[in-house]
C-alpha cells in the first residue's frame, strides 16, 4: 500500500494490535467478519490500482490540467471571471481551519463562521433590496426552482382551492434555470409558461412569475410595468438577479419582489468548470418561514451576550420531514463566507469601482463594436451586450484562433464581460471584430474607457453601510479579521469531531492542492468540450473508479449535495417505470428511522410515502416491510433505504428487503450517507440497490466546509443509465435522460478533484483498509465507553458499524439532557457527536479511520468524566441546574472574571482533564439561548451598539 | 396537570371546550405543549375558514419542532387567539387558557366523537410505550 494510506489512516499496526486487544477480536479481518453478514461481502478485492504517494499524485494531476485549455471566456450565464483576493484564498480557502469544519449546528463553537455567514446574509439583503436572506443555496437554477415552490407554497387557500397553479417563466432567463425549472415543476403539477414578460397574458391560472436582471443576453429591462400587472392579477414575483450589477442597479426589492435570488460565484468564487458556488436567496419578512436553507440569526447567549446561531430550524427536512419546505441541507458555506469575504474586503466603494469597470469597459466595447457597424442589441445592459446578425461561423473562427470564447445564441454573439477583463482584452475582441469587418482595429484608451457614463440610472439607496463592510480594507486588517473569525471556530484542526453519519475524515493537504490551479480554477463550465480534456479525464476516471466501488454501471456527477442526489435518484426511477407503461408506480417505501432527507425528497417528486417500522432492535421490520410491499404491489416505486441503517448496524435481512422490493415491481434507493462502512467490503449492487447518491463530502474526502460544499453523485445499475439527468447546454447522462437537476453539467465539477485524489492514493487497497479501521475504530470507542453509555443498537456479534448511537435517555429523568453532554464537551475541547438523530436522546458517534488511537482514547477519556459528572447529578450531590453540565461550556470571560459563584472549582470547568491543558480550547460564548432567537429573529449584523 | 374534566380531548392532542353559546373553543394539552418544549410561534387559521374534521389548521412551533393542529371537528373559524403571536410562550404556560382558535361547529352533537379526560389520559399513557 502506498505511504499515503499511513498517514490517511489514524494508527499504525502497533496501535491496532492494542485496539483488537481491547475488543477482543483476534485480528483485523476477524473483526469485519464478525462485523460485515457474510452473504454480502464481496468476493474480489476491488479492482483499483494501489496508491499513488502524494507527490506522484501531483505530478499526475499536472498532466491532467495542462489538458485543460484556457482561453479567454466571455460566455457568461451566470459564470464569470472574478478575482479571488489573495488574502481570501490563503487565509480562507486554503484553510483547514476553515475548510474542515463542520455545519455550525454546535454553535458556540461556531461562532466564527456563524459570523461570516450572517455577513453574507446582511450583504445579500443590502444588494437585493430585501427583508431577509438565508445562508445560501446550492446554486442559481435550484434556486429558482426554490424560489418557484416557496411561491407556490404561499398561494392563499382560495387560490389552491381555484387550481391557481401556472407559474410564468421569462423565456430570456438563463436555459439552465429554465431546464431546473422544468425539472422541479412536473413531479409538483406546476404548469409553467415560457414566454415575453411585455406581451404575455396574465390570466387567473398563474400564481408566479420569475423575471432575470439583467437577462441571459444581458438586457437590463424595466419590469415596473409587468411587475404592477402581476400584482394586480394577485401574483408573486421572483427575480433571478446578478450580485455584481446589484451594486449599481435598482433593486429588485424596491420594484416589487417577493424573492431575489442567484449567484455569488462573481464575487471571489473560482468558476471551477461550474461549481461549488453559493446562491443566494432572499425574500419578504413576512414570507421568511417559508423560505427554504438555513438561516442565521442572532440570539443571545447564557450570560447575556450577543451570539449567533442558525435559526428556524423546525422548517429543515430534519424536523419536518414530508412537509419542510424544502429538501435542501447542505448548503455552499465555505463559498457563502468567500463572497461574503471579498465584500468585506472591498467595502461598498470598492464593489462600486468593480461594478462601474465592468460596466464601463463594456459600454465602450459596446460604442465601439457599434463603430465598426455591429448592431448591439441592448438598449441598457450592464456587463453582458449581443451583437446581432453576425455570422457566427467567421467569428467563431477567429475567436478559435485568438482563445477567446463567446457565447454563440442563434441570433447572434454574447459578450460578457467580467472584472479580469483587461483594456487589452477589450482591444483584442475590438481587433477580432474589426478584422471580421474587414476594418482597421481600433484602440480604447483608458481615458476613453473612464469617461464613459452609466447606461442606467445608478441605485439610490445605499449599501453595506454596517462597520464590518468598512473596516477591514488593508491586507494586515483583513488577515486578522479572518484569524479572528477563525479562532472562534472549532475545526478538525484541534480535535477529533465525531459525527455519525457525517463521516469527518481527513481531508489531506495533497486533496485539496490543485484546487487554485488556474487550469482547474477558471474554466468556465461552458467551454467546448476539447478545452477541458483534463476535466473528461478526471471525470471519467472517478467515474470508472466510483462504479467500481459501488458495482453500479455509471454515475451521474451532477447533484450538488446528498439531498440534491436523492431527489435526482427518485426522479430516474419515476423515468424508468413510466418508460415500461407503470407511471401509477408512486408509491415509496421508507423506514422510520430514515434521515429527514429522505421524505422530504420524495414529497419534492410528489410521491406517497408509506413508513416502514422497524423492530426493537432498530432494523427494518421485515414482515412490515413485506406487508406493505404487498399491498401496494401495483404501485410500487421504490424502497429508500440506508445502509449500514442510520442506527449503525449491517442489517443481516438487507438482501431479503431488496428482493422483497423486486418482486414486488420496486426498485431500491439507498441512501449513501453510510458508505464509509461499505467501501471495498460490500457495495450498493451487492446488496440489491438499483440506484444510490455519494456523498463525496463524506466517504471521499471533500471537506465539509463549515456547511458545503457538498457533492452528490448518484450511481445507478444499467437499467436505468438511460434516464440519469442531461442537462440543455452540454451533452451528460442517459439517452432518456431526465432534465438536469443542478446549473452545471457536471456539477461541482472543481472539487471532484479532491475525491479523484483521495481515490488516486489510498488505491483499491488502501480504500478497504480504511472501512476496515473506521470500523474498528468504531467498536473501539464502545468497547471502551461501554461500563459508562450502553450502545443502542448492535450487529448478530455484537459489533456495530461505523458508528454507534449512546444512549443517553434514562439521565433525562434526573434533569441531564443529551444537549448538556454535547456542551460540556467543548470544555474538553470535542465538538459534540450527531445528537438525538436518529433517536432522540442519544449521541452518534463515528470516530472514521483517520483518527488515531491517542485521539479517540482522549474522547473517550472526557466522556468518562462527563458520565461522572451526570452521576453526580443522578445521585444528588450536585444541584440539578447549578451545575457543571447545566452551564457549559465555559467562555473565559466566565472563568476569569473576579466573581465566581458556581458550585465547583474553575478548574473543573476549563480544565476538567490534565491533557485540556496542552491544547485548551476556549468557546466564543456561553451557552446560546435557541428560544430567544427564534422569538426574535434578527438575520443580519445587528448594530454595533448592541455589541456593547 | 392533570386534564381538565370539562374539557375535550382529540387523539392528536388538542383539547375542545363547548361554549355557552354553543361554539368551541381549541388548544393543546398540557402533554402536547410538554412533548414540544419552548414555543416560539404559532400560526392560527383564518377567520372564516371552513374545516373538515381532522384538517390541518393551525402550526405551533417550538425551537426543536413543529406541529400541525387539526380541526377536532368539522365547522368555522370564528376567532384565532391574537395574543399568541407576541408570547406563544402561553402555550407553556398556560395549555388550558391559551386558546389557539374557536370555531363554529356544523354540527355539536360532534363533540361526542371525542375523548373525556379520562379516555385522554389513558390515550397518552398509551402512547408513552
Known amino acids: ?300 447567549d447564557a450570560d447575556g451576550n450577543p451570539a449567533l446561531r442558525m435559526a428556524l430550524q423546525t422548517r429543515e427536512q430534519h424536523i419536518r420531514r414530508e412537509k419542510a419546505t424544502s429538501n435542501i441541507c447542505t448548503a455552499q458555506a465555505l463559498l457563502a463566507i468567500m463572497a461574503s469575504m471579498y465584500a468585506v474586503y472591498h467595502g461598498a466603494q470598492g464593489l462600486r469601482a468593480i461594478a462601474r469597470r465592468v460596466h464601463q469597459r463594456t459600454a465602450a466595447l459596446a460604442a465601439a463594436l457599434q463603430g465598426l457597424g455591429y448592431s448591439v442589441a441592448q438598449g441598457v445592459f450592464f456587463d453582458t451586450i449581443k451583437l446581432l446578425h453576425t455570422d457566427n461561423v467567421k467569428v467563431h473562427a477567429l475567436a478559435a484562433a485568438a482563445r477567446i470564447n463567446f457565447r454563440y445564441a442563434a441570433d447572434g454573439v454574447g459578450i460578457a464581460l467580467d472584472e479580469t477583463t483587461s483594456l487589452a482584452d477589450l482591444n483584442a475582441i475590438l481587433a477580432l471584430f474589426a478584422a471580421k469587418a474587414g476594418k482597421p482595429a481600433p484602440r480604447l484608451s483608458a481615458e476613453q474607457v473612464a469617461a464613459q457614463p452609466l447606461r442606467f440610472r445608478e441605485r439610490q439607496s445605499a449599501i453595506l453601510t454596517h462597520p464590518v463592510f468598512n473596516a477591514y480594507h488593508t491586507e494586515t486588517e483583513m488577515m486578522r479579521y479572518i484569524k479572528r473569525l477563525e479562532n472562534k471556530d472549532l475545526s478538525l484542526t484541534h480535535s477529533m469531531i465525531s459525527l455519525g453519519s457525517c463521516t469527518m475524515k481527513l481531508n489531506a493537504a495533497s486533496e485539496m492542492l490543485a484546487l487554485t490551479w488556474p487550469e482547474f480554477a477558471d474554466l468556465h463550465p461552458l467551454v467546448p468540450q476539447e478545452q477541458a480534456a483534463g476535466y473528461a479525464e478526471l471525470i471519467e476516471g472517478l467515474n470508472a473508479a466510483l462504479c467500481e466501488i459501488t458495482g453500479f454501471a455509471q454515475m451521474s456527477f451532477q447533484p450538488n449535495s446528498g439531498a440534491s442526489g436523492e431527489y435526482a435518484g427518485l426522479l430516474v426511477i419515476q423515468a424508468y417505470h413510466r418508460s415500461r407503461g407503470e407511471a401509477q408506480r408512486n408509491v415509496v417505501l421508507i423506514p422510520s428511522s430514515a434521515h429527514g432527507t429522505n421524505p422530504a425528497s420524495a414529497a419534492m417528486c410528489g410521491m406517497d410515502i ?339 | 396537570m392533570s386534564n381538565p374534566t370539562d374539557l375535550k380531548y382529540t387523539a392528536s392532542h388538542e383539547w375542545v371546550k363547548l361554549e355557552t353559546d354553543g361554539s368551541v373553543t381549541v388548544g393543546i394539552t398540557q402533554h402536547a405543549q410538554e412533548l414540544l418544549g419552548d414555543m416560539v410561534f404559532v400560526e392560527a387559521p383564518e377567520v372564516g375558514r371552513k374545516m373538515q374534521a381532522g384538517e390541518e389548521c393551525a402550526v405551533v412551533e417550538s425551537v426543536k419542532a413543529a406541529a400541525d393542529v387539526y380541526a377536532p371537528i368539522a365547522g368555522e373559524v370564528t376567532a384565532a387567539n391574537g395574543q399568541l403571536g407576541d408570547a406563544p410562550e402561553q402555550i407553556n404556560s398556560d395549555p388550558y387558557g391559551a386558546w389557539i382558535f374557536k370555531m363554529k361547529p356544523d354540527n355539536s352533537a360532534d363533540l361526542g366523537k371525542l375523548m373525556d379526560a379520562a379516555a385522554y389520559q389513558a390515550h397518552v399513557d398509551s402512547e408513552a410505550h
Open chain 1, 610 to 948: 408509506v413508513v416502514v417500522k422497524c423492530d426493537a432492535r432498530g432494523n427494518i421490520d421485515v414482515d412490515d416491510l413485506r406487508a406493505k410491499a404487498e399491498q401496494y404491489r401495483d404501485t410500487l416505486s421504490c424502497l429508500m433505504v440506508t445502509y449500514p441503517s442510520t442506527h449503525g448496524v449491517y442489517e443481516e435481512s438487507i438482501k431479503d428487503i431488496t428482493a422483497i422490493i423486486h418482486a414486488c415491481g420496486g426498485q431500491v434507493y439507498m441512501d449513501g450517507a453510510n458508505m464509509n462502512a461499505q467501501v471495498g467490503l460490500t457495495n450498493p449492487a451487492t446488496i440489491g440497490a438499483d440506484v444510490c447518491h455519494l456523498n463525496l463530502h463524506k466517504t471521499f474526502a471533500i471537506p465539509h466546509g463549515g456547511g458545503g460544499p457538498g457533492a452528490g453523485p448518484i450511481g445507478v445499475a444499467a437499467h436505468l443509465a438511460p434516464f440519469l439527468p442531461a442537462h440543455p447546454l452540454v451533452k451528460v447522462g442517459g439517452a432518456q435522460g431526465i432534465h438536469a437537476v443542478s446549473a452545471a453539467p457536471y456539477g461541482s465539477a472543481l472539487i471532484l478533484l479532491i475525491s479523484y485524489a483521495y481515490i488516486k492514493m489510498m488505491g483499491g487497497r488502501g480504500l478497504t483498509e480504511a472501512t476496515k479501521m473506521a470500523i474498528l475504530n468504531a467498536n473501539y470507542i464502545k468497547e471502551s465507553l461501554k461500563d459508562h453509555y450502553a450502545t443502542l443498537y448492535s450487529g448478530a456479534n455484537g459489533r456495530c458499524a461505523h458508528e454507534m448511537i449512546l444512549d443517553c435517555r434514562e439521565w433525562k429523568k434526573a434533569g441531564v439532557e443529551v444537549a448538556d453532554i454535547a456542551k460540556r464537551l467543548m470544555d474538553f475541547g470535542f465538538h459534540a457527536p450527531t445528537t438525538s438523530f436518529p433517536v432522540v436522546d442519544t449521541l452518534m458517534v463515528e470516530p472514521t479511520e483517520s483518527e488515531s488511537k491517542a485521539e479517540l482514547d482522549r474522547f473517550c477519556e472526557a466522556m468518562i468524566a462527563i458520565r461522572g459528572e451526570i452521576e453526580q447529578v443522578i445521585t444528588g450531590q450536585v444541584d440539578k441546574q447549578d451545575n457543571v453540565l447545566k452551564h457549559a461550556p465555559h467562555t473565559a470571560q466566565r472563568v476569569c472574571a473576579n466573581a465566581w459563584s458556581r458550585p465547583y472549582t474553575r478548574e473543573q470547568a476549563a480544565y476538567p482533564l490534565p491533557w485540556v491543558r496542552d491544547n485548551k480550547f476556549w468557546p466564543a460564548v456561553a451557552r446560546v439561548d435557541n428560544v430567544y432567537g427564534d422569538k426574535h429573529l434578527v438575520c443580519t449584523c445587528p448594530p454595533v451598539a448592541s455589541y456593547a
Open chain 1, 1 to 300: 500500500m502506498s505511504e499515503f494510506v499511513s498517514r490517511h489512516n489514524g494508527s499504525n499496526a502497533q496501535d491496532v494490535q492494542a485496539m483488537l486487544n481491547k475488543i477482543d477480536a483476534p485480528s483485523l479481518d476477524a473483526l469485519i467478519a464478525q462485523t460485515v453478514p457474510a452473504a454480502i461481502r464481496l468476493q474480489q478485492p476491488l479492482h483499483l490500482a494501489d496508491g499513488m504517494s502524494e507527490h506522484e499524485l501531483l505530478t499526475h494531476l499536472r498532466g491532467i490540467a495542462a489538458k485543460n485549455q484556457l482561453y479567454k471566456s466571455y460566455i457568461g450565464l451566470g459564470y464569470y471571471g472574478t478575482v479571488l483576493p489573495a488574502v481570501i484564498q490563503r487565509n480562507v480557502l486554503e484553510n483547514p481551519g476553515w475548510y474542515t469544519a463542520y455545519t455550525p449546528y454546535q454553535a458556540e463553537i461556531a461562532q466564527g463562521r456563524l459570523e461570516a455567514l450572517l455577513n453574507f446574509q446582511t450583504m445579500v439583503t443590502d444588494l437585493t433590496g430585501m427583508d431577509i436572506a438565508n445562508a445560501s443555496l446550492l446554486d442559481e437554477a435550484t434556486a429558482a426552482a426554490e424560489a418557484m415552490t416557496m411561491l407556490h407554497g404561499l398561494r392563499s387557500r382560495d387560490d389552491v382551492a381555484a387550481g391557481k397553479n401556472s407559474f410564468f417563466v421569462s423565456h430570456e432567463c438563463f436555459p439552465q434555470t429554465i431546464e431546473l425549472l422544468k425539472t422541479r415543476a412536473r413531479p409538483l403539477g406546476i404548469e409553467l409558461v415560457i414566454g415575453d414578460f411585455k406581451t404575455v397574458t396574465l390570466n387567473d391560472q398563474l400564481y408566479g412569475a420569475l423575471l432575470q436582471y439583467p437577462t441571459a443576453d444581458g438586457s437590463v429591462h424595466d419590469y415596473a410595468d409587468f411587475v404592477a400587472r402581476a400584482k394586480a392579477n394577485n401574483m408573486t414575483i421572483a427575480v433571478a438577479a446578478d450580485i455584481l450589477s446589484l451594486v449599481l442597479l435598482t433593486p429588485p426589492g424596491e420594484w416589487g419582489a417577493d424573492v431575489v435570488f442567484g449567484s455569488a460565484q462573481r464575487f471571489g468564487v473560482p468558476m471551477g468548470y461550474g461549481g461549488p458556488h453559493a446562491a443566494f436567496f432572499a425574500c419578504r419578512d413576512a414570507h421568511k418561514r417559508s423560505m427554504p436553507g438555513r438561516i442565521i440569526g442572532v440570539s443571545l
